[in-house]
């Protein structure tokens, strides 16, 4: 561990900036924040958030190719931490910390991003400060908020990897709810925006293509939503929307979807997946009693999920918070959260490794 003092650091206020970086998946993240110093508070906010996406070179795929993510962060991490430094007028000698996500995701992209962190607090001698990459995906709307309380709230993280519901009792402080047993929502956005046809990532393509259609046109399933279990499960879903395409399996082939059809799918398919994730909100709500309740992760920038959210919100007098569009998808001032650490003084060993899973409760 570093025991450099950001406490007393020269010709700074309150606050001091860090570097976070982000390369959990497809997107190569650097940003620089301003934050609260050891023992201060206050919440942090961006003097730079530079993201360099992937997406056409897994496109062709239909999906993340895990050995193409990890190669393209090693090009890209470089050239995104100088361009984050410029942008925001700080330089390398002016950081007090860097903040990494090292965990859950790809190993081989993780492992990009927290080589360069290391390297970084090594040569700069200051102290590596690791993140819950999902922690950082709620604590995006005390970002995107920092005049409100979030804190206690339900926190539903919601991407091409995750489906999960939060008890966060503070920042750093998730309790497991419940998740998906199968798919991840956005998953199977990506997935069923490959069976229409509509490219990838899925999720913008399948909304463009809802909002032409009719979202009661099809009656796909919506698993669990009458059980109180807080579960997810999007598999059923996406074999549905196979089927109405191709016919099951033994029968006939169903008739090649039009244009109307397609969207008629994609609005119907969208429905389902919003309907389950808003019940699920307000189930988690009513079961844990808190009044707040926090979205993260790419899906949030879905639209007809955050209008659904809204009007939940309102009939059941919660607050409800949402990040803006680039606080939702992947990107480093999700590492935002990591002042929380530094302004607690914890910051990590040089020797800490990546970890591609879920971790359920705080660490
Ligand atoms: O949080 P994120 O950038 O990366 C992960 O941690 O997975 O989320 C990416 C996911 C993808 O599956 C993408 O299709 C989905 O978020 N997504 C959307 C929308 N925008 C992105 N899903 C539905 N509607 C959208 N507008
Ligand atoms: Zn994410």
């Given amino acids: 561990m570093y025991s450099t ?28 924040l301003m934050g609260p110093r050891a023992g201060a508070t206050g919440v942090p906010w961006v003097l730079s958030n530079v993201v360099a996406s992937q997406f056409e070179l897994h496109s062709r795929f239909g999906g993340v190719v895990p050995e193409i993510a990890a190669r393209a962060h090693l090009t890209q991490i470089l050239p995104i931490i100088d361009q984050a430094l410029a942008d925001a007028g700080i330089s390398l000698g002016q950081l007090k ?42 604590y995006a709307c005390q970002l995107a908020y920092p005049e409100r309380t979030v804190y206690p709230c339900v926190g539903l993280v919601v991407s091409g990897g995750h489906t999960h519901l939060y008890h966060c009792k503070g920042p750093l402080e998730a309790e497991f709810l419940g998740g998906t047993i199968d798919d991840a929502a956005g998953e199977a956005f990506d997935k069923v925006a490959s069976m229409l046809a509509l490219g990838f990532p899925g999720g913008p393509a399948v909304e463009r293509t809802a909002s032409l259609g009719n979202p009661k046109a099809y009656a796909f399933p919506r698993a669990f939503i009458h059980e109180d279990r807080l579960a997810f499960s999007f598999s059923g879903l996406k074999t549905a929307v196979l089927y109405t395409l191709k016919g099951k399996p033994g029968q006939l082939a169903a008739v090649a979807a039009g244009p109307q059809q397609i969207s008629d799918i994609a609005a119907s398919f969208q429905q389902a997946v919003v309907d389950v994730l808003v019940r699920k909100c307000h189930q988690a709500l009513r079961q844990t009693g808190l009044r707040r309740l926090s979205i993260g992760g790419g899906v949030a920038a879905n639209g007809a999920f955050r209008s659904a959210l809204l009007t939940m919100a309102e009939r059941s007098k919660v607050e409800v918070f949402i990040p803006p569009m680039h606080f939702c998808t992947d990107n480093a001032a999700l590492g935002a959260v990591a002042f929380e650490k530094l302004r607690r003084g914890i910051d990590s060993p040089l020797d800490i490794d990546v970890e591609a899973g879920l971790r359920r409760s705080p660490a």
Avoid at 102 to 124: C, I, Q, T, Y
Wanted: glycine share 12%; net charge negative; hydrophobic share 55%.
């Fill in 5 to 32: 003092d950001v406490s007393e650091g020269a010709g700074w206020g309150p606050e001091v900036p860090i570097l976070a970086i982000e390369t959990t998946c497809d997107e190569t993240g650097a940003a620089v």
């Fill in 97 to 138: 910390a860097v903040a990494v996500a090292v965990r859950p995701g790809l190993v081989g992209s993780l492992v990009v991003g927290l080589s360069a962190a290391k390297a970084l607090a090594l040569a700069l001698q200051i102290p590596l400060i690791a993140f819950d990459h999902l922690e950082g995906h709620l």
